[in-house]
């Protein structure tokens, strides 16, 4: 049984904003942009962005033709092994 627990805040950022947490989350990022470039058309430019803010954090963003590819987004984030949250879009 745990009697006493203290959270290490230096500790677990230096884990979040370190290379081992920047190449899994570049990793996942890179194939969820190779998932989703074979389900739109080829002019459609899929690309992906990393940066570091209390976290090691990567987008994947989908433009250039106008229509929004939410659902091949989720699609491509689900079959490169990630749990998605679906909310429904911001007004």
Do not use: C, W
Request: cysteine-free; aromatic content about 2%.
């Amino acid at each position: 049984m745990i009697t006493n627990f203290r959270r290490d805040s230096r500790g677990l950022a230096e884990i979040l904003k370190g290379p081992e947490m920047r190449a899994a989350i570049a990793a996942a990022a890179d194939q969820t942009a190779a998932n989703v470039r074979g389900q739109v058309p080829a002019r459609v430019r899929v690309t992906t962005e990393h940066e570091v803010t209390d976290r090691q954090r990567a987008t994947v963003l989908v433009a250039g033709d106008g229509h929004p590819h939410r659902q091949e987004l989720i699609r491509a984030a689900r079959a490169a092994g990630l749990e998605v949250h679906e909310y429904p879009p911001a007004q």
